[in-house]
């Protein structure tokens, strides 16, 4: 599988089960976008004030310009744009002169709207308020205003052709007066009858256009609207808005659309590693040796080992998966003593080695787990034993390792070399020729040995062990080890040669909180700055051998008996201490 996010998109294109992936990690941002846009749209509905609705269909007939008709004698034609016409009249329906009708007969108006129906002579009037009473009265009042105005404006037609044919009339009749004048004072017989011509011609024009004159008077008193109510509007009985169903539904689809974007974008700009394919690909091939689930750990004391303390859960199955790959990679390359470490703070590499201890006791390889982290000191906290004398302790002389090293109580072959007091300069002890001769020692009394060392990122202390090991083991924690953080890693132990074994991905199949913060950072104390006044800083080199007196098991190593210890006797005390005679 394609990864997600920059460190592997170099390498190839998302799949659809690359998105998929992306909407199960981000699921619980996805869902409370949804959860959010919808309550917000949901509640902005419920306290909207309910509004209602009544509609009026109103026909319209194309009633041609009949005065026209009576003045040049034609029939009327049928618009040429339907819906141009029928714009019009909308026009009409809404404009202030049917407004002012609407005032004039019920002393107030509200809102309509006019829409006009396609490929139809039919206008909507609909008329909203939020009382019932009142849309179902104003969408009745404007369809008859609308009858009112329409009739007016056809009445108007017919009065301006009256008022012109009347003037013509009179012209006419002015000229004829004016012809007579002229025939009364002529000498000649022939320019009367001349004259007497153009008098009857006019005479004959005037009587034509009293007759139309009549016949539009006549047809101005039935003139009637171009439009005719199909069916009065009734009360309506459900509000149009608010409707809380739709809001809820655009407000999800909102809801979702915004998640999702939202998804993405944080996918885009996490560069956590989240499988194990994306830690190989910043690792440059090295194997994933382990790939450990998210478990809720129960708060008790000592912390939880999941290994030891619920040995049939997921997590116990994948830490014993991890000791077969150790087991086997000791076969291989004859590693006994590992090292394991971690970019960053918070990222599992204590309780990992403290299960993976576990596991191997549990199959018969004695184990030593060693913590070399004199800052932050924890795995002691794992099996209930006491940090007052340990690794620190032996470096420095106070105690022999033998004294140092504590029997894990009910678990047989484990054995822990705590921490022990905080020297004062963790990086020069370690830096010492004693901690090799301590992990030789180890080396002999143990078959495995486990060292716990601090993040790699703030301090030089891994990259220091690193160098006296056989091989390291690098935990990141998915959702949380950036790769750029990881890739740093695996240079800066790269850079002085310690080798490299493999992986651990921990704190899988889970949805992963982004903003983890583990407190292991670059200035929270690890450093050379630090300084304990209680305690002198003392020499790396302090003049004390260390004494183990193995026995001989039988075991060749290089052609040479390899010795260990013998176990602890059954009558050892519960501390511990002592297990190397």
Known sequence: MTSVHDVSAAVGDLSLRDYLMVVRRRKWIIVLSVLVVTATALGSAMLQTPTYQASVLVKVTFNPNQASNILDGSQGVVPTDPDRFMSDEAQVASSPQTTNVVIQKFGVASGIAVTPIANSYLLRFTATSDQPINAQLMANAYAAAYNIVSRQQNQAVYAGGILS???KIK???ATVANLRKQQTGSATSTANQGLQETINFNLSQASNYQNQLDNLSRAQATVQSSGSIVALAGKPSTPVAPKPLNSAI?????????????????????????????????????????????????RQEPLYVAARDHTNSPGAEAYRSLRTSVRLLCLDQSLRVLQVTSPSQGEGKSTTIANLGVALAQAGVRTT????????????????????????????????????????PGQENLYLLASGPRPG????????????KIFEALRLASDVVLVDAPPVLPVTDASIIGRMVDGTLVVARAGVTSSKDLRRTLDVLRQVKVPLV????????RATSYGYTGGYGYGYGYGYGYTDSSRPNVDPNPPVEVVVEPTTNGAKKNGAAET???????SEPPSGRGVFR
């Open 165 to 167: 044919l009347a003037l």
């Open 171 to 173: 012209g006419l009749q």
């Open 250 to 298: 655009v407000g999800a689809t909102a809801g979702l659309a915004l998640g999702l974007t939202a998804a993405f974008i944080l996918e885009r700009l996490d560069d956590s590693v989240k499988s194990n394919h994306d830690i190989e690909a910043v690792s440059d091939g090295l194997p994933t040796l382990g790939i450990i689930p998210f478990e809720t750990v129960p």
């Open 369 to 408: 787990i060693v913590c070399s982290d004199f800052r932050r000191p924890k795995l002691h906290t794992y099996f209930g034993l006491s940090n007052e004398i340990g690794f620190s302790s032996a470096l420095v002389g106070d105690v022999p390792l033998s004294e140092a090293v504590q029997a894990v």
């Open 425 to 436: 300069n963790p990086s020069e002890l370690l830096s010492g020729r004693r901690v090799q």
């Open 502 to 509: 493999g992986l651990v991905l921990n704190g899988t199949g």
């Open 564 to 570: 260990r210890p013998e176990p602890p006797a059954e």
